[in-house]
T-cell receptor
């Protein structure tokens, strides 16, 4: 089983560029979410989804968009990259919010 | 005040030692509690859930104190392979996980 697949693993962007981080899961989980992890800050929630067609904002949503057209996929779009978005991004999925979360391997993004 | 707080450490302990981490949370309505482990530059992985009655998994023991709003993780007979960052995770009535910043553990020979 692939579990949770995130692509790309590494990315360098120039300020102002846009890109999409991909997240796909084959676990048939309803809950999917995106976190960013910065030194000394822990993991912070960007956006989350409780099912296809349903998304909501987390703690740090500014500068990011999401959509959930299928159960399997939950892409994260950076609209106009800024150096403050340099971070490690993790996608997570779980069956319910009270059960184990499974994470992708992360995307290391640098914005120059 | 952050919802979930942990001592960042680092905790440096020799092999075989017992080490304990605490985590406090601010929302008294929190429903579920977990400890995740994160190795350097890797994704977090579930170490164990924390139940009201306390639970044990081999060398690891987790406890929950709802009255004082803290959870703990005890690691006995530390191994070199236990070196990692331990993340406290609390779930409230919403749909997201609330992470502490993590506690770094280094087990030395």
């Amino acid at each position: 089983n692939a579990g949770v697949t995130q692509t790309p693993k590494f990315q360098v962007l120039k300020t102002g560029q846009s890109m999409t981080l991909q997240c796909a899961q084959d676990m048939n989980h309803e809950y999917m979410s995106w976190y960013r992890q910065d030194p000394g800050m822990g993991l912070r929630l960007i956006h989350y989804s409780v099912g296809a067609g349903i998304t909501d904002q987390g703690e740090v949503p500014n500068g990011y968009n999401v959509s959930r057209s299928t159960t399997e996929d939950f892409p994260l779009r950076l609209l106009s990259a800024a150096p403050s978005q340099t971070s490690v991004y993790f996608c997570a999925t779980h069956m319910t919010v009270n059960t184990e979360a499974f994470f992708g391997q992360g995307t290391r993004l640098t914005v120059v | 005040r952050k919802e979930v707080e942990q001592d960042p450490g680092p905790f440096n302990v020799p092999e075989g030692a017992t080490v304990a981490f605490n985590c406090t949370y601010s929302n008294s309505a929190s429903q579920s509690f977990f400890w995740y482990r994160q190795d350097c530059r890797k994704e977090p992985k579930l170490l164990m859930s924390v139940y009201s009655s306390g639970n044990e998994d081999g060398r690891f023991t987790a406890q929950l104190n709802r009255a004082s709003q803290y959870i703990s993780l005890l690691i006995r007979d530390s191994k070199l392979s236990d070196s990692a960052t331990y993340l406290c995770v609390v779930v409230n009535s919403g749909y997201a996980l609330n992470f502490g910043k993590g506690t770094s553990l280094l087990v030395t020979p």
